[in-house]
């Protein structure tokens, strides 16, 4: 069984930085695609970034290029999402999934597991 924990929500002002934290359980999640989700108040989830078993690949949706680093530590069987320049149209639960392969890794549908999420509030 893999387990997914979110950490490092919170409430922030636009313009601030955070730094959210996946950490996986189980033996799949060093060969296997991590990925962000998140969702606003009152739509649906969306695709926010992904990054292939060995960090070589890293995949972002158009509102959050060069806002967002996606990473990862094997070792530590820890993913990470960077948020920089955060603006109030960020406000989400973000939440990390994670599945093998790379195909459509922008396709929620795709994903076998998926954490409990982490609340982010941007202010302006």
């Known amino acids: 069984q893999v387990q997914l924990v979110e950490s490092g929500g919170g409430c922030v002002q636009a313009g601030d930085s955070l730094k959210l934290s996946c950490a996986v359980s189980g033996r799949a999640f060093s060969s296997w695609t991590m990925a962000w989700f998140r969702r606003a108040p009152g739509k649906e989830r969306e695709f926010v970034a992904a990054i292939n078993w060995s960090g070589s690949r890293t995949y972002y949706t158009d509102s959050v290029k060069g806002r967002f680093t996606i990473s990862r530590d094997n070792a530590k069987l820890t993913v990470y999402l960077q948020m920089r320049s955060l603006k109030a149209e960020d406000t989400a639960v973000y939440s990390c999934?994670?599945?093998?392969?790379?195909?459509?890794?922008?396709?929620?549908?795709?994903?076998?597991?998926w954490g409990q999420g982490t609340q982010v509030t941007v202010s302006s």
């Open positions: 999934a994670t599945r093998p392969g790379v195909e459509d890794v922008m396709r929620e549908s795709t994903y076998n597991y």
